[in-house]
């Protein structure tokens, strides 16, 4: 049990994750995850606005339960699996953050800083949160893939549009982390 | 339900990406900032182990649950909606520190931040098909 409860290191993470690949591939589909978000907007109707949508969905269900399945390993290893939710980081990144005003650096998963009660009551807070959604959903949608789809399958069989999609990944999250999170903090 | 098994398998990768702490916004935050080998190990030995088996999917040597041979999909070409698509997604992923699949699996950690950040992610999905046609290549 304490294997399980413990962290699992890069080394263990890597492997399971490429075996979730295998997997995916084995079972008949196409590892990835950001095009969920458009069978969604197709199932909430976005094909009476746009063409773009009309698609069938159901032929997109198997991933639709992936999703589902996402979802309730989230809550199991929330509710189950992460007894202490303590980050061994860095120590500059933790005194980073302390000077940008973070508070309980690397003691959970999610700093209440953005993801804390805050988002119910500011403006800024909320906005925070989505637009980096609007970000992420227009931006994999527009290169064709998140991390599974472009990072992972895409580097894996060689393909130069997941190497050109990566490195937008890292210009973005470098100019965010950077200098945006040192202007809103 | 032939396709229980991706129900069981998104549980199986949500609670892998957990406790690995890869849908954690430290874990990110550090590793676009150069801080940490962590993010680098995971999704670098991820990669380098699913080369393996890209080979194996090539060659015949695995083939489907069917006995069809796997081709992962080819990804649409283009450098600007590769670059520019990739780094909106990089800014997003930047600052929430949550990239698709953890979108979901963080709804089990933080409800209603999480709500935010999907509805937001839908509103995106739905303004790219807007735009799709007008938006360069």
Redesign the interface.
Known sequence: MDI?LQ????????????I????????????G??K???T??TI?G?GK??D??KKDWKER???L???????????????Y??PN?D?D??S??VQ??IDLGFSN??RQ???DE???EE??FSLKG?L???????????????????????????????????L???????????????F??PM?F | MKNIKFLILGIFFAIVLSKTQAISWYRFYEMFKFQSFHMFGVIGGAVLISMIFMQLFKYGKIKDINGNRIEPEQKKKGFIRTLVGGTFFGLGWGISGACAAPIFIILGFKLIPALILFFGTLLGAFIYGLLSKKLPN
């Not at chain 1, 979730?20 to 590892?31: H, P, T, V």
């Not at chain 1, 339960?65 to 509710?79: D, H, M, N, T």
Request: overall charge negative; some cysteine.
């Open positions: 399980i962290p699992w290191p890069w080394y263990v993470g890597g492997p399971l994750i490429a979730s690949l295998l997997l995916y591939f084995y079972f008949g589909q196409n590892f995850a950001s969920n978000f458009e969604l907007c909430a976005a606005v746009s773009y949508f269900d198997f991933a339960l992936f999703v589902i399945g996402l979802i309730i390993g989230g809550f199991i290893s929330a509710v699996l992460i939710q980050i980081l860095n500059t990144t980073e953050l650096v690397g998963y999610f700093p953005i993801f804390g988002v119910f909320f925070i949160l989505l637009i980096s959604g609007l970000f992420i959903g227009f931006g994999t949608r527009y290169a064709g893939g998140c991390t599974s789809g472009h990072a992972i399958t895409g580097l894996s069989s060689l393909q130069l549009p997941s050109l999609a990566v490195i937008g990944f890292f210009i973005g999250g470098i100019i965010a982390t950077w945006i999170i809103l």
